[in-house]
């Protein structure tokens, strides 16, 4: 088993990005289960240095660490996938039609003794998990202690890794 979170070099790529605002309202009302009326902004990061404003626009997934947004396109493809998340419309400042994929499965598979031991395991980066969680047809989904951060199934990466624009991935199991 194989599991993935986005990286935090996804910015450095070749594309650009989007920065959020809004995210942590949005998500307090989300997280206690209160229909929000606060829409997510995401503004196209432009560079500051030559290098950054050329990189590329044609990006169909951008991240704002730890949720990502993908776009009508790619939106669709997970969809037909079956994939157990919601899409939630943010808008843009370039007016491109943008989700927030907000994914539904919770399943506990990070392996702790008390909130240190996570802690600990958030700030190096390096989780145990549990090993004998049947993960099969599961793309993607959190972890009700760690409900911030998506977790990414190898089959999801193995199905998508040629598809995305704009995000990279680094592996998590030990």
């Known amino acids: 088993m194989k599991l993935f979170q986005l990286s935090e070099l996804s910015h450095d790529g070749?594309?650009?990005?989007?920065?959020?605002?809004?995210?942590?309202?949005?998500?307090?009302?989300k997280h206690q289960v209160i229909d929000s009326n606060i829409t997510i902004k995401l503004t196209l990061y432009e560079g500051?240095?030559?290098?950054?404003?050329?990189?590329?626009?044609?990006?169909n997934i951008s991240t704002s660490l730890p949720y990502f947004f993908v776009n009508e396109e790619l939106k669709k493809e997970i969809e037909s996938m079956k994939i157990n998340a919601e899409f939630i419309p943010v808008d843009t400042s370039d007016n491109r039609n943008f989700y927030l994929v907000y994914p539904l499965n919770n399943i506990e598979i990070i392996d702790?003794?008390?909130?240190?031991?996570?802690?600990?395991?958030?700030?190096?980066?390096?989780?145990?998990?549990?090993?004998?969680?049947?993960?099969?047809?599961?793309?993607?989904?959190?972890?009700?202690?760690?409900?911030?951060?998506?977790?990414?199934?190898?089959e999801f990466i193995n199905i998508f890794k040629d598809k995305l624009k704009g995000a990279i991935f680094n592996e998590v199991t030990q």
């Open 112 to 154: 702790f003794k008390d909130k240190d031991d996570l802690l600990s395991m958030i700030l190096d980066g390096k989780f145990n998990f549990i090993r004998d969680i049947n993960l099969e047809g599961i793309y993607l989904f959190k972890d009700p202690n760690l409900v911030t951060d998506t977790f990414f199934t190898e």
């Open 14 to 29: 070749e594309y650009k990005f989007y920065t959020a605002e809004n995210m942590v309202a949005f998500m307090d009302k």
């Open 48 to 59: 500051k240095s030559k290098k950054e404003k050329a990189k590329r626009t044609d990006f």
